[in-house]
């Protein structure tokens, strides 16, 4: 069975930098894409960075465009998210999640967690102002 386990998240300041990690304790390669979700108190869970597992194309929120930037390592079932210039906007729990669709533009599109059936426990980021 696949289990995620997302760590890193904290509290930090406005303009801080900071990494998630996410441990995929199944077979990447049965799954097209896998990324980051994130989900804030009162809000529905948004997709916010998406990367294709065959070829490593990669895209994003428009509101995290050029600020988080999402990896894989293969080697070690790890999926990376580094976040930098992070913003009061950005706290909420982020999930790591794979699916099946290959396209990052479905991934990204609202609603798409509906058909994601393996998430983890989250971890928390809280970002002060």
């Known amino acids: 069975q696949v289990q995620l386990v997302e760590s890193g998240g904290t509290l930090v300041q406005s303009g801080d930098s900071l990494q998630l990690s996410c441990k995929f304790s199944?077979?990447?390669?049965?799954?097209?894409?896998i990324g980051w979700f994130r989900q804030a108190p009162g809000k529905e869970r948004e997709g916010v960075s998406c990367i294709s597992i065959e070829s490593g194309a990669t895209d994003y929120k428009d509101s995290v465009k050029g600020r988080f930037t999402v990896s894989t390592d293969k080697g070690t079932n790890m999926v990376f998210q580094q976040m930098n210039n992070l913003k009061p906007e950005d706290t909420a729990t982020y999930y790591c999640?794979?699916?099946?669709?290959?396209?990052?533009?479905?991934?990204?599109?609202?609603?798409?967690?509906?058909?994601?059936?393996?998430w983890g426990q989250g971890t928390q980021v809280t970002v002060s102002s």
């Open positions: 199944g077979n990447m390669a049965d799954y097209g894409t």
């Open positions: 999640a794979p699916a099946f669709d290959t396209s990052c533009h479905w991934y990204l599109s609202p609603g798409s967690d509906q058909y994601i059936s393996i």
